[in-house]
């Protein structure tokens, strides 16, 4: 099957334009009358229903943000009564209480459907053995992909996380052939698969990953799918939006949005100003049909771009860029920008390293610095100290031509740093910045 919806998924962009319109105007007047939140946000800006007739209208409205979600904890924020919320998911949240995010039974069918779309983009169907190695609980990653796969017949292993070894066997005793999990646990699986003597590319039938939850980048990809021989799927979602919900078809060139379930702004985080057409900036996003817990220009933090030209798959919906990081993830050192995908980016260009890596930032008296610590190669891996500072100069040089600042790197052995069964923990940021 070629299109879960062909009649939505190659309608003229002008056709969705209108679509977009129509429940853009909906959503507002809904929550205008129904939401005491959106109500005193929008009178506040001076902003009533009837200022918004098109979609460049929405930038009349107020942003919202993640403080908003922790300071109506847990459901103060809710747009429908509780007899029709039929499940709950929260985020795990770093400090205070988590995000809980409440769904009716619409809010889990709009959510299943645009995963259908996207997993049917990525070629799979009905024939297909889905191996969910997310998540299950109150993570909204595990189930996402669960029931979208069950939507488009294909059977679903719900493996969740952990004992890797179980995993492997069940990728190779099932004939699984599509995996969902962060990239950086697929290269783990990978890794574990040659220590005990097994190809993923050789003995097993796997051949899609559907892979996100954590940046990562091009060169990643490429790194795992020539190990693999999978296609790796980057995929976008966010536990205050539904989890995951969109992905890349099969051209792999951005990640499909469906305009009939969002709207997706990039704008400028310093001026919050649209930036120009394919320039990259912090994506703002409305989940246009959510009834539970809607979202209006959701400041979620993550920069990337846009791109509203039909796909070579024959998809019209716009496409979003590999994000390249997070305006909170941003660090600031000596004040100069550094996002970990940059140094991920890096490193994918230099063989003599691997895919793992950690960032240490410190501060020494009045002075931020850097170390980063990057695992050898297996090839690579020496005692000659002539080479392994060879090896070392030529990271911190290729660091030091992208970052535009000095970076102390150490080189450990393989397999020595922590590995990560969900989201991997690039930085370790131990500045009392407060």
């Not at 004040?335 to 063989?351: K, R």
Request: hydrophobic share 35%; with cysteine; aromatic share 6%.
């Amino acid at each position: 099957m070629e299109y879960w919806d062909p009649n939505i998924e190659t309608l003229p962009p002008e056709e969705l334009d209108v679509i977009q319109a129509k429940l853009l105007k909906k959503l507002v007047r809904r929550l205008w009358d129904n939401s005491e939140f959106y109500h005193e946000r929008m009178r506040k800006d001076d902003v009533r229903p009837d200022d918004i007739q098109s979609i460049d209208d929405v930038t009349k409205l107020p942003f919202m943000y993640k403080t908003d979600l922790r300071d109506n904890y847990p459901d103060l924020i809710f747009t429908e009564p509780q007899k029709k919320i039929i499940r709950y998911h929260a985020s795990s949240g770093t400090t205070g209480k988590p995000t809980v995010v409440g769904y009716t039974r619409n809010d889990l069918d709009m959510w299943s459907t645009s995963l259908a779309r996207a997993l049917t983009s990525c070629g799979l169907g009905e024939d297909d053995v889905v191996q969910v190695s997310n998540g299950y609980g109150l993570f909204t990653g595990g189930l996402g992909f669960h029931y979208a796969a069950e939507k488009i017949g294909a059977a679903v292993v719900p493996a969740s996380t952990g004992n890797t070894k179980r995993q492997l066997e069940l990728i190779k005793d099932l004939n699984v052939t599509a995996m969902a999990c962060t990239p950086s646990y697929m290269i783990h699986i990978a890794e574990l698969a040659e220590s005990m003597g097994m190809s993923i590319k050789d003995d097993t039938k796997l051949r899609v990953g559907l892979l996100g939850a954590e940046p990562w980048s091009e060169s990643m990809r490429k790194n795992i799918q020539s190990d693999t021989g999978i296609f790796a799927q980057n995929c976008y979602g966010a536990s205050e939006l539904s989890g995951p919900m969109f992905t890349e078809c099969l051209e792999q060139q951005g990640i499909h949005v469906w305009k009939d379930i969002a709207l997706v702004e990039i704008l400028d985080p310093d001026t919050l100003e649209p930036v120009s057409p394919g320039e990259r900036g912090e994506m703002v996003l409305t989940i246009l049909q959510k009834e539970a817990m809607p979202m209006i220009r959701y400041r979620i933090g993550d920069i990337t771009a846009l791109s509203e030209e039909e796909c070579a798959c024959g998809r019209t919906h716009p496409r979003i860029d590999r994000l390249s990081g997070r305006v909170d993830d941003m660090l600031i050192i000596r004040g100069i920008n550094v996002f970990p995908s940059q140094v991920e980016h890096a490193l994918m260009a230099i063989p003599e390293v691997g895919s793992h890596y950690q960032i240490e930032v410190d501060r020494k008296g009045s002075l931020d610095v850097i170390m980063l610590k990057v695992e050898l190669s297996k090839e690579a891996f020496t005692d000659d100290i002539i080479k392994l500072r060879k090896i070392t100069h030529t990271v911190s040089d290729s660091l030091r031509h992208i970052l535009n600042i000095r970076v102390d790197v150490q080189l450990v052995e393989p397999g020595t740093l922590p590995r990560f069964e969900g989201k991997a923990k690039r930085v370790i940021d131990r500045r009392n910045l407060t």
